[in-house]
């Protein structure tokens, strides 16, 4: 069940490819190509939120500031979220979901993939 004001699309992996191989402790950016598919303007109120994963990345909220991220209807946007590789070898991941000023989540969820190999 959708809300024709609020989605998006997920448009491509901007950094981060799935399944990119990284060193114990980097720090890196995680980028997202997006579009607005609703009929509403993302702004203020409006965040990309952590919604499961691997709390050891160092995970945060991109939260939507009134007068530098308006997003309107149609418009496509790179989000960025710095995560950290964790210390220990393996697989890890992340999620998140686009969230509107009245709390209700939409969209596609977001991921990322990747190993830590030393």
Not at 86 to 95: C, F, K, V
Request: net charge negative; glycine share 12%; with cysteine.
């Amino acid at each position: 069940m959708g809300d024709e004001c609020s989605n998006n699309v997920f448009e491509g992996d901007v950094t981060i490819p799935d399944g990119t191989v990284l060193k114990p402790g980097v720090d890196f950016i995680k980028t997202w190509a997006i579009r607005n598919t609703g009929t509403c303007q993302w702004d203020e109120g409006f965040a990309l939120v952590f919604i499961g994963g691997d709390r050891a990345i160092d995970p945060y909220d991109f939260l939507f500031k009134k007068t530098s991220d308006i997003i309107s209807s149609g418009e496509g946007v790179n989000i960025s979220i710095k995560l950290t590789a964790p210390l220990a070898n393996g697989d890890y991941q992340g999620h998140w979901r686009m969230r509107n000023d009245k709390g209700y989540y939409f969209g596609t969820i977001l991921s990322v993939y990747f190993t830590v190999q030393k």
